[in-house]
């Protein structure tokens, strides 16, 4: 292991997990220079196991006896070095989950390539909380969704945050960041995918009785106004969450993960004698 021991906030080194709570600043500059942070031994863990790279790692020292496993595959990696204090001045918050590690962006995917043998997608419109982004994407993977497209306004999915929700699961999950939005979903109509609008319309389609096609991509909208008008517009179909006890709808997080359980791949749903167990 590289190790170097850091007593200094303003240390050039480790500039790159400075003012980590900025929410603004982060969303802006990780993109642009190609990284972005990945929070805790697990999910550090689980990013190198899907091939991320690593540039750097910060720990405090009380962690670095139970990093070691983790950090001795990092050959040439260096592993910065600090107190509780000096952790807290540095990234703007108590890191108590092991440590934090600056990773490379990938290359994102085509939407063709995401779209490759699946037979599931959820595609996130103008989601704005990085926690709803990150529960999604949980769901999703957890769920058997075989990716994810997120619109151009969308959270990051590789935010601290979002990363940390999703337990890691968006480095297994394929996904990518569309262009022209909802322009591209003329790419998923083309190869044969029904696109179907998650809305509380009581028009709307009651989820447990849509006979689901063998190709099928969900929108699920940013929080509060839902779905705009142009993707509901797009949609091949629209559909609903049946709701009881005058309660409109769900959190899109929460709504999402009923969605993704009822039209999942693999055929059973409750309403065809399913397990019904969320």
């Known amino acids: 292991m590289h190790l170097e021991y850091i007593t200094d ?3 050039e080194r480790i500039l790159g997990y400075r003012d980590l ?41 009380k962690w670095l006896e139970r990093m070691q496993p983790i950090l001795r595959t990092m050959q040439d990696v260096p592993v910065f070095v600090g107190d509780r204090r000096l952790l807290e001045e ?42 709803n982004v990150g529960a999604i994407i949980r769901s999703a993977a957890g769920l058997g969704f075989d990716g994810l497209l997120v619109s151009p306004r969308c959270a990051d999915p ?7 929700v999703s337990m890691g699961t968006v480095f297994d999950l394929p996904w990518t960041r569309l262009t022209t939005w909802p322009g591209d979903l003329e790419h998923l109509r083309a190869a044969g995918f029904t696109i179907a609008a998650i809305t509380p319309d009581a028009g709307a389609v009651a989820i447990d009785t849509f006979n689901t096609p063998e190709r099928l ?36 997080a ?10 999942r791949p693999s055929g059973e749903s409750a309403s065809q004698g399913g397990d019904s167990r969320l």
Not at 159 to 164: G, H, K, N
Not at 254 to 263: E, I, S
């Open 9 to 11: 906030p303003t240390d």
């Open 158 to 164: 590789l935010y601290r945050r979002s990363v940390r």
């Open 217 to 252: 991509a969900i929108i699920v909208g940013t929080e509060g106004d839902g779905l705009t008008t142009f993707a509901l517009d797009q949609a091949d179909v629209r559909l609903r969450i049946p709701m009881e006890r005058g309660v409109d709808s769900l959190n899109v």
């Open 21 to 61: 709570t900025d929410v603004a600043l982060r969303t802006r500059i990780e993109p642009e220079t190609g990284v972005f942070i990945a929070e805790s031994a697990a999910v550090i863990e689980r990013a190198i196991a899907a091939g991320y790279q690593p540039v750097s790692v910060l720990t405090e020292d």
């Open 90 to 131: 540095i990234t703007g918050f108590h890191v108590h989950r092991g440590a934090l590690a600056l990773m490379k962006r990938p290359r994102l995917p085509s939407i063709e390539q995401v779209m490759q043998g699946a037979s599931r997608l959820i595609i996130a419109e103008d989601i704005v909380d990085h926690t």
């Open 254 to 263: 929460a709504a999402a993960a009923v969605v993704c359980w009822q039209l």
